[in-house]
């Protein structure tokens, strides 16, 4: 079984940037496509941003093609969404994801495996 650990979530100013991790436990986390979902409050899930097992492909949602990039290390077992010019509607509980289908339109399609708890990131206006 993968057991996902998401961190890097805070309170951060408008027009600031952070950095999400995503530690991945297990020898197979190559094989996996991965990706970022968010939940604000009041919403439901939200699809942000997939990657293929290499990482050679990305795919991400309109609302944050451009300022949000994806990125993973296997060496490291770790997964990254950068995240530049926020803003407050960005406010969520960004979640990891893992697909055992290994291809980012399986992630696209929530056909997840793996999902981590979530980590809270607070965009003030």
């Known amino acids: 079984q993968v057991q996902l650990l998401e961190s890097g979530g805070g309170v951060v100013q408008a027009g600031t940037s952070l950095r999400l991790s995503c530690a991945a436990s297990?020898?197979?986390?190559?094989?996996?496509?991965m990706g970022w979902f968010r939940q604000a409050p009041g919403k439901e899930r939200e699809f942000i941003a997939a990657?293929?097992?290499?990482?050679?492909?990305?795919y991400y949602a309109d609302s944050v093609k451009g300022r949000f990039t994806i990125s993973r290390d296997n060496a490291k077992n770790t997964m990254y969404l950068q995240m530049n010019s926020l803003k407050p509607e960005d406010t969520a509980v960004y979640y990891c994801?893992?697909?055992?289908?290994?291809?980012?339109?399986?992630?696209?399609?929530?056909?997840?495996?793996?999902w981590g708890k979530g980590t809270l990131v607070t965009v003030s206006s």
């Open positions: 994801a893992a697909t055992s289908l290994g291809s980012i339109v399986a992630v696209t399609q929530s056909r997840i495996n793996y």
């Open positions: 297990g020898r197979t986390f190559s094989s996996y496509a």
């Open positions: 990657i293929s097992w290499s990482g050679s492909s990305t």
